[in-house]
């Protein structure tokens, strides 16, 4: 899928999945990841769960709806008083309003989203949450509009895989990123060797991994960057049984296409640090 193509299909699905968060209805029961026009009643497996029970009291549960991270990077990031921290891809504004609670009054949290449905649900999360030391911006993760050396830590749900240029993202987060500054997100990544056509037909269970990048690939795009001090850790790998548990297209051999992608796909949590 070409870079225009791949973008107009994710916009289209963030877009649906804002709309119906509105209704109350969580995004990751509905039509498939990638522009899938399939209903899929169960829940995701990357999706579901990343969040505690604590976290979901403190927000406006549409925030919570409107979710399709595959990790919960706020509480790894390691976030402090004080820091600057911008959100590649803020959907509804979950990950952008839990950081805003973690760098307290004295920090600020931006969140970059291309998407107009999900700009203004996650204004509206924001008015209802309370919170001050936010500012959501529209824009496109490989051209982020912030100034260069102006970011403490950058974090990410699922969103950096969604790219056709991810070379073009990790560097633009690399030039807004201060010396010292961290980069933080959670990502769906390979595991190994996976034939194209398995990718395809696992799409409807685990969601848009056609760009996935393999572990190497993406250790080696952060070194070129520049990069240091980068370590990619599992979070959750998925199993044979997730994909058993999802309903699929008509004619996929569940059980056999089930063993090609146990254990090849994994959201991780990427770290990787600017030099000083």
Known sequence: MKGDELKK??????????????????????PT???GTEQVPAAN???SNLYAEVERRELPEAAFLASLGCGNPTALAQL?????VLDLGSGGGIDVLLSAKRVGPTGNVFGLDMTDEMLALAQENQKKSGLQNVVFLKGEIESIPLPS?????IISNCVINLSADKDQVLREAFRVLRPGGRLAVSDLVVRGKVPEAVRKNVEPWIGCIAGALEESEYRAKLLEVGFIDISLEPTRVYQAGDAREMPTKAGIDVDSMAQEVDGKFASEFIKATKPK
């Open 80 to 84: 402090k008083p004080g820091d600057v």
């Open 33 to 35: 990841c990638c522009g």
């Open 149 to 153: 050396k102006s970011v403490d830590v």
């Open 45 to 47: 497996p990357i999706t």
């Open 9 to 30: 299909v994710v916009s289209e699905k963030y877009s649906q999945a804002a709309l119906q968060a509105r209704t109350g209805k969580s995004s990751c029961c509905e």
